[in-house]
């Protein structure tokens, strides 16, 4: 892990100790707590028993030359940190740790959390939205939700806090918005969104745009098999342009706005 990159990244995030009362540097907690996440710890006991594993290496870095805290202490210090500052540090992190690619993958999807709800106090399970750097094999970035149904206020929220120029972001059908279009646009991105029925008009549309194109003999040519989440898929891909789209569509420059650098 580049020391240099976490510090300039982390730099702006506010200490809410009293200074007259702190031991142990905001930073050298933080980075303990980062690297002992990193390698799989699920708790503060775990962060503890990391850095009483790794001492001699965090000190030979300049870091906890007072020793190390407890695993309260390591508690009581990050959970009182701002949320909504440490989110804006850690993207900026995952950003200058990723090298952006042209052209790359960014895949924006919600996703439940394991082992999330808890049966004692009722509480629903966690929804999270992310985003996942296919190349890279890393998560820019996420926002928590109520449920699944705020996946779509989460969205334009997340792609907020993300430089996506120059890449490809992909979302399932929840993400079909001409609000989110608009926004992945107006940041320099090209779009893949999933459309189904809840865009009905769009959905006929271009079921009705394709349908001359959808013979027998032209999807067997160009028919692929591929396995994925435990079953075998048929897939089978047709590209058109925008503007034939919105030629045949009957709802207008809606749909090609909405459609534009999807199908192109």
């Keep these: 892990m580049s020391i240099d990159a976490f510090t300039q990244s982390f730099a702006q995030l506010e ?143 997340l792609l907020q806090l993300l430089e996506l120029k120059d890449c490809l972001v992909s979302i399932d059908a929840i993400g079909c918005q001409t609000e989110i279009a608009t926004t992945l646009v107006k940041q320099g991105a090209d779009y893949l969104l999933a459309l189904k029925g809840n865009q009905e008009t769009l959905a006929k549309a271009v079921r009705k745009a394709f349908e001359d194109r959808l013979n027998p003999e032209a999807i067997a040519q160009q028919l692929t098999i591929e396995k994925g989440h435990g079953r075998m898929e048929a897939r089978h891909y047709q590209v058109m342009p925008a503007d034939e789209l919105h030629a045949a569509s009957p709802c207008g420059k809606d749909c090609a706005a909405l459609a534009w650098r999807w199908v192109t």
């Excluded at 001492?55 to 300049?62: E, F």
């Design 15 to 157: 200490d809410p100790r009293q200074s007259a009362k702190i031991t142990y540097p905001l930073f050298d907690v933080l980075f303990l707590a980062m690297c002992a996440t990193i390698a799989g710890a699920e708790g503060w006991e775990d962060i503890y028993d990391f850095g009483e594993a790794h001492v001699d290496w965090l000190q030979g870095k300049g870091l906890l030359k007072e020793g190390l805290p407890v695993d309260d202490t390591i508690a009581r210090i990050l959970s009182r940190l701002d949320p909504s500052q440490f989110q804006k540090c850690f993207i900026r992190w995952m950003k200058s740790v990723s090298a952006q690619t042209e052209g790359q993958l960014v895949a924006i999807d919600g996703k439940v959390l394991r082992s999330s709800y808890n049966r004692q106090d009722r509480l629903s399970t966690i929804h999270m939205v992310s985003a996942f750097a296919t190349e890279n094999s890393l998560v820019l970035g996420q926002l928590k939700t109520d449920d699944k149904s705020n996946e779509i206020e989460a969205i334009p929220a």
